[in-house]
């Protein structure tokens, strides 16, 4: 038993007599990723290059679902996989659960010795339920409600009363979109069920399944029930412009045209509105809590090592560089306005700073405490297809062809036979 301690040495002074050969041995590694990492990566190699001169860093860049389905058929087959991959929270489940990744958990990388650095919820993420750990994370999307203030304004609402809960959200939502001709509250009702889903529950517990894998899918659970009834309350009163998911031509269409008075998403969503979403509306939007004082994590981004790279040390540096150095953390933060996972970079001074398409609110602080305040949640292989079909049974309520009952008890028949 004394001898593991030692192993454990060993190995990671070899990693770090590696790491002295990388930087006189010439290496160049690739960096498989997708907008807006691709930015993050090429903004941070002047300074990783000053650490490893002899590292040439070779980005390739795919659009989103490009690169993940790219990433899939390169884990399965053996082959085609860049050094060191990013890898988005909806995919890092399935990817655990595979055998393509390195488990950054072991020596030589020892990812858990800078678990405490790292914003709670954003380990387990990456993590199987055996303890393997397949990610590290960089970046993260507290979840807030975004608002239009001039359209409050004129309803005569305030912002803490539109988002005391999800019953008053809805009251006083009839009388902003009644005091804005023309105005739809929420983009699609669904998103108010997808937030509902993912909170209130505890540390550790699952969206789907529970550490047994029992589906938690079910009409008598209170987190899908009331779910699906907020979303069908918002539809019936006419309240969201029915555009379905975020970045759909109809989600974009209604942004644009200004008409929408909220939005949830991450903090993320500003960079995106300020660039293109929404430029011709700064300063008339501002950001709070999500409703009922609730806290939810929207997405996140991970670096991994696939098991065929064979510049593994190499491909660990950088991704200690782009995840736990602060500066990094920080920069990429400026350079896209992805939120750090990393809690020290957080508390840098420019996160006290006023969002100026936010009209000078400090908006950062709301996100920095809600990244404080969610709860991390256990995953599952089958968390994608669960939520699949949780999707197509919400709308099957919203459009009136089933009621929650049997949606979610149909729902629950399907995610038992897929997780035989």
């Given at each position: 038993?004394?001898?593991?301690?030692?192993?454990?040495?060993?190995?990671?002074?070899?990693?770090?007599?590696?790491?002295?050969?990388?930087?006189?041995?010439?290496?160049?590694?690739?960096?498989?990723?997708?907008?807006?990492l691709d930015s993050v990566v090429k903004?941070?190699?002047?300074?990783?290059?000053?650490?490893?001169?002899?590292?040439?860093?070779?980005?390739?860049?795919?659009?989103?679902?490009?690169?993940?389905?790219?990433?899939?058929?390169?884990?399965?087959?053996?082959?085609?996989?860049?050094?060191?991959?990013?890898?988005?929270?909806?995919?890092?489940?399935?990817?655990?659960?595979?055998?393509?990744?390195?488990?950054?958990?072991?020596?030589?990388?020892?990812?858990?010795?800078?678990?405490?650095?790292?914003?709670?919820?954003?380990?387990?993420?990456?993590?199987?339920?055996?303890?393997?750990?397949?990610?590290?994370?960089?970046?993260?999307?507290?979840?807030?409600?975004?608002?239009?203030?001039?359209?409050?304004?004129?309803?005569?609402?305030?912002?803490?009363?539109?988002?005391?809960?999800?019953?008053?959200?809805?009251?006083?939502?009839?009388?902003?979109?009644?005091?804005?001709?023309?105005?739809?509250?929420?983009?699609?009702?669904?998103?108010?069920?997808?937030?509902?889903?993912?909170?209130?529950?505890?540390?550790?517990?699952?969206?789907?399944?529970?550490?047994?894998?029992?589906?938690?899918?079910?009409?008598?659970?209170?987190?899908?029930?009331?779910?699906?009834?907020?979303?069908?309350?918002?539809?019936?009163?006419?309240?969201?412009?029915?555009?379905?998911?975020?970045?759909?031509?109809?989600?974009?269409?209604?942004?644009?045209?200004?008409?929408?008075?909220?939005?949830?998403?991450?903090?993320?969503?500003?960079?995106?509105?300020?660039?293109?979403?929404?430029?011709?509306?700064?300063?008339?939007?501002?950001?709070?809590?999500?409703?009922?004082?609730?806290?939810?994590?929207?997405?996140?981004?991970?670096?991994?090592?696939?098991?065929?790279?064979?510049?593994?040390?190499?491909?660990?540096?950088?991704?200690?560089?782009?995840?736990?150095?602060?500066?990094?953390?920080?920069?990429?933060?400026?350079?896209?306005?992805?939120?750090?996972?990393?809690?020290?970079?957080?508390?840098?001074?420019?996160?006290?700073?006023?969002?100026?398409?936010?009209?000078?609110?400090?908006?950062?602080?709301?996100?920095?405490?809600?990244?404080?305040?969610?709860?991390?949640?256990?995953?599952?292989k089958l968390d994608p297809i669960a939520?699949?079909?949780?999707?197509?049974?919400?709308?099957s309520v919203l459009d009136g062809s089933?009621?929650?009952?049997?949606?979610?008890?149909?729902?629950?028949?399907?995610?038992?036979?897929?997780?035989?």
């Amino acid at each position: 038993m004394r001898q593991l301690p030692r192993l454990t040495l060993t190995l990671t002074a070899v990693l770090c007599a590696a790491l002295g050969n990388a930087s006189a041995q010439k290496t160049t590694l690739t960096v498989g990723v997708f907008p807006d990492l691709d930015s993050v990566v090429k903004a941070a190699l002047p300074g990783f290059n000053k650490l490893y001169p002899n590292i040439t860093v070779k980005i390739n860049s795919l659009a989103y679902a490009d690169h993940h389905t790219a990433l899939t058929t390169a884990l399965s087959t053996g082959k085609g996989a860049a050094d060191v991959v990013a890898i988005d929270f909806g995919y890092v489940a399935r990817f655990a659960e595979g055998n393509g990744l390195v488990d950054i958990s072991k020596a030589p990388y020892n990812a858990g010795q800078f678990r405490n650095q790292f914003v709670a919820y954003t380990y387990p993420q990456a993590m199987t339920q055996d303890g393997r750990m397949v990610g590290m994370p960089t970046d993260i999307g507290p979840g807030a409600m975004f608002y239009r203030t001039d359209m409050l304004k004129k309803a005569g609402v305030s912002a803490a009363s539109l988002n005391a809960s999800w019953e008053s959200y809805i009251s006083n939502g009839r009388k902003v979109v009644a005091a804005n001709p023309g105005s739809f509250l929420i983009p699609d009702a669904g998103q108010a069920a997808q937030i509902i889903i993912r909170t209130g529950l505890k540390s550790g517990e699952g969206l789907f399944f529970d550490k047994s894998n029992n589906v938690l899918v079910d009409p008598k659970n209170p987190r899908f029930v009331r779910a699906f009834t907020i979303a069908k309350q918002i539809r019936d009163a006419k309240l969201d412009a029915r555009a379905g998911g975020a970045f759909s031509p109809e989600w974009t269409t209604a942004f644009q045209k200004g008409n929408l008075a909220t939005e949830f998403s991450g903090a993320w969503l500003v960079g995106h509105m300020q660039n293109w979403l929404a430029k011709d509306y700064s300063g008339k939007w501002a950001s709070q809590q999500l409703p009922g004082n609730t806290f939810a994590s929207w997405g996140g981004s991970f670096y991994g090592i696939p098991q065929q790279s064979q510049n593994k040390t190499e491909a660990w540096a950088l991704i200690k560089y782009l995840t736990t150095n602060k500066d990094q953390q920080v920069l990429a933060f400026k350079t896209t306005g992805a939120f750090p996972a990393l809690r020290s970079a957080a508390n840098d001074p420019v996160f006290n700073e006023g969002v100026p398409y936010l009209n000078g609110q400090k908006a950062r602080v709301l996100w920095r405490q809600a990244a404080l305040k969610i709860q991390p949640l256990d995953v599952n292989k089958l968390d994608p297809i669960a939520e699949q079909i949780v999707n197509d049974a919400l709308n099957s309520v919203l459009d009136g062809s089933k009621d929650i009952t049997g949606a979610l008890t149909e729902a629950k028949n399907l995610i038992t036979r897929r997780a035989r």
